[in-house]
T-cell receptor
């Protein structure tokens, strides 16, 4: 069945790079996403990658997609305290005529001085 | 401002007392959805609606009802809440059922005692 796995916790020092990893099972995924959830807030779409791409860069964010291994990663360069949040990996699958999102459990990123 | 709003943001109730969580979007979106977020499980879809008067079950619909009488509103109804429905609930919407991006509300934290 559909499943998205990611590690639950990551701690990094301010200024270092953070890498959050995710694996998914459905090879027919159309898009893969990274959402950010700050304390007390809803989910904010951080970035996404279309399934026929290998990499996408957006300022400090780099998304790498390895379709063969069904592995997605998010790299945050020069991590800041404001990056502390929960990061959700999600895949979209076409299901019954709509774009169904399957979420991982979320990775809590803690940035310390 | 384009947004998805939910009310209430926090609710503590007792087992069996019917409640409704409202969701409204001002973006003229066709597609709306409800998710629940539980620690270690990520977000799971409860119900979704592809348009007015069209609703369908997600992955965890038991104990919930929805209605979509108007395009902008998609209330979530718990007829007889139980403690296992204690969770963080998110409403989301997107332009169309196939659109890649979903916009999330701020969340409703529900506690059932």
């Amino acid at each position: 069945g559909e499943d998205v796995e990611q590690s639950l916790f990551l701690s990094v020092r301010e200024g270092d790079s953070s890498v959050i990893n995710c694996t998914y099972t459905d090879s027919s995924s159309t898009y893969l996403y990274w959402y950010k959830q700050e304390p007390g807030a809803g989910l904010q779409l951080l970035t996404y990658i279309f399934s026929n791409m290998d990499m996408k860069q957006d300022q400090r964010l780099t998304v790498l997609l390895n379709k063969k291994d069904k592995h997605l990663s998010l790299r945050i360069a020069d991590t800041q305290t404001g990056d502390s949040a929960i990061y959700f990996c999600a895949e979209s699958i076409g299901s019954g005529g709509y774009n169904k999102l399957i979420f991982g459990a979320g990775t809590r990123l803690a940035v310390h001085p | 401002e384009a947004q998805v709003t939910q009310n209430p943001r926090y609710l503590i109730t007792v087992t069996g007392k019917k409640l409704t969580v409202t969701c409204s979007q001002n973006m003229n979106h066709e597609y709306m959805s409800w998710y629940r977020q539980d620690p270690g499980l990520g977000l799971r879809q409860i119900y979704y609606s592809m348009n007015v008067e069209v609703t369908d079950k997600g992955d965890v619909p038991e104990g919930y009802k929805v209605s979509r009488k108007e395009k902008r509103n998609f209330p979530l109804i718990l007829e007889s809440p139980s403690p296992n429905q204690t969770s963080l609930y998110f409403c989301a919407s997107s332009l169309s059922p196939q659109h890649y991006e979903q916009y999330f509300g701020p969340g409703t934290r529900l506690t059932v005692t």
